[in-house]
């Protein structure tokens, strides 16, 4: 027989061990822990009460850390989180003793959305000082992520017109049946109190009314559309669907209407219908960020509505200088970022642009009019060094979302709302962040 080291779970400690001696030097909790000390957290501090009445509160630099080291190594659940506090070393010592409840690190989250952004912020200038970030070249790209919804719980617009014909009947009809019933009942047994509300007529007045809501919503988003292409609510389409006399409207439907197949979803109203690359069609957000070539620190990220990601360039090339204090010198994207007005707007912030024009590996699409940004944009990516530059994108921003998606496991927000979602977005990205920089720090 060999010999074994002394195996004695239940042995007690001669003196008290350092939380750190559970840890390898180096390890990324400590990182965290010394970086959100360097944080200006004086915002999250502002919410909690001074007075001395009822109990004490949780430090919010102790749950901050806790939710970032936690997103950072793929547990997102407040519940998840809570148990971590009990049974990890890591959430241990950020913990230091303290085991919030999981409505704690809920309520934590959803109260501070707000002041996420900041954080992120102040990361990117640490990074930024630890000459982490060059800004010589970035990528650009957007993700799906599906939203805290099910396809399943959306309606088309033609199916809530059907729908609430159908329910509005049977609500009717539910509504004379009790009429009748109560009629009978009273000469039976005498009046009764009159406010009893049959429950499947209410199941189907609180059904209608959902319907309503979603019918109008929709609605109101088309006519912003409209408006939007210069339609007005007088067009000549308007009014009762009359076209002008001897000929047709220029308008295949009314000011305001949606497309029969335009989807509502009850859930999350403000999610939309996105095709995915490995589950087709879901209820998603595109989440968007900018990623600098240096160390593949995000500089920039938001969240869109839109499956398309054109609108989104320009907005997160300023929240880049906003960040850092300058814009980029070259940004590289696929073609989902391809407009004349985008390559225009780059020259104009004298940024070069490494932009595709068509999908790779399949000829460029001809182009019908003049478009002398595309034609530049077209010249620069056929030169040896602009192909160069473009074949960097995908090793650049690519990873950022691999790591997101199937690292973590980071597939699905788990908050609702636009507003909502760009903060867990964020808080996601300061994590992806705070991760990378870890390894390319030196720091004991």
Known sequence: MGKFYAYAPEQSFLLPPSPRDWLPCGHLVFFINETVDQLDLNKLGRKYSLELRGEKAYPPEMLLKVLLYGYATGVFSSREIARKLYEDVAFRYLGAGLFPAHRTICRFRQDNLEEVRGLFEQVVGIACEAGLVKLGLVAIDGSKVKANASKHKAMSYERMQSEEKRLKGEVQRLLKRAEEEDSEEDEQFGELSGDEIPEELKRREDRLETIRAAKQRLEERQREKDREKGRSDDDDRNAGGNRPQGG????????????????????????????????????????????DAEAQIIVAADVSQNAADTESLIPLIEQTKDNVGQNPKRVAGDSGFRSEENFKALERKKIIGLIALGREGKPTPERKSEMPATDRMDHRLATKRGMALYARRKAIVEPVFGIAKHVLGFRSFLLRGTKKVKAEWLLVCTALNLKCMSTRMRWT
């Open 248 to 291: 047709c409207s220029k308008f295949s439907r009314d000011f305001g209407v949606p497309e029969p197949k335009a989807q509502e979803n009850f859930t999350d109203p403000e999610s939309r219908i996105m095709k995915t690359s490995s589950s087709g069609y879901q209820q998603c957000y595109n989440g968007q960020v900018i990623v």
